[in-house]
T-cell receptor, first 114, second 116 residues
């Protein structure tokens, strides 16, 4: 029973295309995140949503647009894909409040732009 | 801003050797500290955490102690196994400065390879 699931796991697409990655969590958490892992394995937060509201928006190109239809889902849409967008994108979720709680990560989506 | 620095890899060890992966941090407040592990082809899993100074996190034989005086959170294991081969990430989170949300700041990751 997967806690945080992302689809697709692999995505190969051409430059200029628009693509979406979907994420769902069944942990009942109220906060979800997108992280980007580059080719050197470096991980950086991109966005965070709490109860469908955008709360963290790091310096990310406008071509990236997250959408949260409900607190269990956070999708990432990318317009006009560029070669530099090739990376592994991880979705995560956690519960806000109190001491820091564990963030649960999905398996990742490996995006390759050719 | 806050940051995490961890030793560069890869770290190559023989089975049953002692493991240390160094991690130091810079933070404005009093963050919580984490070690995450990423096995080949998989997502990140929390390995252990510590939420205040002098706390020791431990799991699966791994340990790390939150040292405020040296701003460090080094990962150790007394006897590594081949199955421990993975990439290990040190991370911090300080909800005080991120509106109560778990914004993780990661180190660059250290690849560990254990040979029989």
């Amino acid at each position: 029973d997967t806690a945080v699931s992302q689809t697709p796991k692999y995505l190969v697409t051409q430059m200029g295309n628009d693509k979406s990655i979907k994420c769902e969590q069944n942990l009942g958490h109220d906060t979800m995140y997108w992280y980007k892992q580059d080719s050197k394995k470096f991980l950086k937060i991109m966005f965070s949503y709490n109860n469908k509201e955008l709360i963290i928006n790091e310096t990310v190109p406008n071509r990236f647009s997250p959408k949260s239809p409900d607190k269990a889902h956070l999708n990432l849409h990318i317009n006009s894909l560029e070669l530099g967008d090739s990376a592994v994108y991880f979705c995560a979720s956690s519960q806000r409040g109190g001491l820091v709680t564990e963030a649960f990560f999905g398996q990742g989506t490996r995006l390759t732009v050719v | 801003g806050d940051s995490v620095t961890q030793m560069e890899g890869p770290v190559t060890l023989s089975e049953e050797a002692f493991l240390t992966i160094n991690c130091t941090y810079t933070a404005t407040g009093y963050p919580s500290l984490f070690w995450y592990v990423q096995y080949p082809g998989e997502g990140l899993q929390l390995l252990l955490k510590a939420t205040k100074a002098d706390d020791k996190g431990s799991n699966k034989g791994f340990e790390a102690t939150y040292r405020k005086e040296t701003t460090s959170f080094h990962l150790e294991k007394g006897s590594v196994q081949v199955s421990d081969s993975a990439v290990y990430f040190c991370a911090l989170s300080d909800p005080t400065f991120s509106g109560g949300y778990n914004k993780l700041i990661f180190g660059a990751g250290t690849r560990l390879a254990v040979h029989p």
